[in-house]
């Protein structure tokens, strides 16, 4: 829990799953995902830094019950980055994409390239 402490803003990703409404429970824990990822990269775009953390604090009925949410997606912890972010290489796209016609399987450059 130290680590909470340190953290200059941390933002609670609550989800209300129901398992028994319309909607696939599937799709709803997508969207929650969704939202979450929509908000990390909003913060990225105003120049923020962020972190999308999960793990058993997720699942502590205390901090559910005290926080008043069913279910937690996960923690964004927020701050002002020291050092503005490096651009990094990305790796040719070319290497993840396949044009499928439809017959046979799927094969992907990247995996036949040797480690």
């Given at each position: 829990m130290?680590r909470?402490?340190?953290?200059?803003?941390v933002?609670g990703?609550g989800?209300?799953?129901?398992?028994?409404?319309?909607?696939?429970l599937?799709?709803q824990?997508?969207?929650?995902?969704?939202?979450?990822?929509?908000?990390?990269?909003?913060l990225?775009?105003?120049g923020?830094?962020?972190v999308?953390?999960s793990?058993a604090?997720?699942e502590?009925?205390t901090?559910?019950?005290r926080?008043?949410?069913?279910g937690?997606?996960?923690?964004l912890?927020?701050?002002?980055?020291?050092?503005p972010?490096?651009?990094?290489r990305r790796?040719?796209?070319?290497?993840y994409?396949?044009?499928w016609?439809?017959?046979?399987?799927?094969?992907?450059?990247?995996?036949?390239?040797?480690s």
């Amino acid at each position: 829990m130290h680590r909470f402490s340190t953290m200059p803003m941390v933002i609670g990703l609550g989800m209300a799953l129901r398992p028994d409404d319309k909607i696939p429970l599937q799709e709803q824990v997508m969207a929650s995902a969704a939202g979450a990822m929509n908000v990390l990269n909003g913060l990225h775009l105003e120049g923020f830094g962020g972190v999308w953390v999960s793990g058993a604090y997720c699942e502590d009925r205390t901090l559910l019950t005290r926080l008043g949410v069913d279910g937690l997606a996960g923690f964004l912890f927020v701050g002002t980055p020291q050092e503005p972010d490096r651009v990094k290489r990305r790796p040719d796209v070319a290497h993840y994409m396949v044009d499928w016609n439809g017959l046979g399987d799927v094969s992907f450059p990247v995996d036949k390239r040797e480690s």
